[in-house]
Nanobody, 117 residues
Framework: QVQLVESGGGTVQSGGSLRLSCEAS????????AGWYRQAPGKQRELVAA???????DYADSVKGRFTISRDDAKDMLFLQMTNLKPDDTAVYYC???????????WGQGTQVTVSS
């Protein structure tokens, strides 16, 4: 079982920055995949960024060059540094993890990010 707890959301003006954090209950180092998804009102949940063992980093085209995913295995933490935020980035952001290629998906409770124009 993996438990994920996000923090760091909030309200910022367009062009601002936020850093999201996700604390995992178990060892992040052993996770096959860990990343961030987001869901805006009326839209489907979408991948923002992820780290996959053997595949490296994935970013949504809309956030490339603005967002950076990283992790601290020693502290079992996952981060998402978001810069040059835009109103379209407004969403609930979820931390996600999977232990193996066909393993179960684990989700955090989500943290709200609101970007005002």
């Amino acid at each position: 079982q993996v438990q994920l707890v996000e923090s760091g959301g909030g309200t910022v003006q367009s062009g601002g920055s936020l850093r999201l954090s996700c604390e995992a209950s178990g060892s992040l180092f052993s996770l096959y995949r860990a990343g961030w998804y987001r869901q805006a009102p009326g839209k489907q949940r979408e991948l923002v960024a992820a780290i996959t063992i053997g595949s490296g980093l994935d970013y949504a085209d809309s956030v490339k060059g603005r967002f950076t995913i990283s992790r601290d295995d020693a502290k079992d933490m996952l981060f998402l540094q978001m810069t040059n935020l835009k109103p379209d980035d407004t969403a609930v952001y979820y931390c996600h993890a999977r232990r193996s290629l066909h393993g179960a998906d684990y989700w955090g409770q989500g943290t709200q990010v609101t970007v005002s124009s």
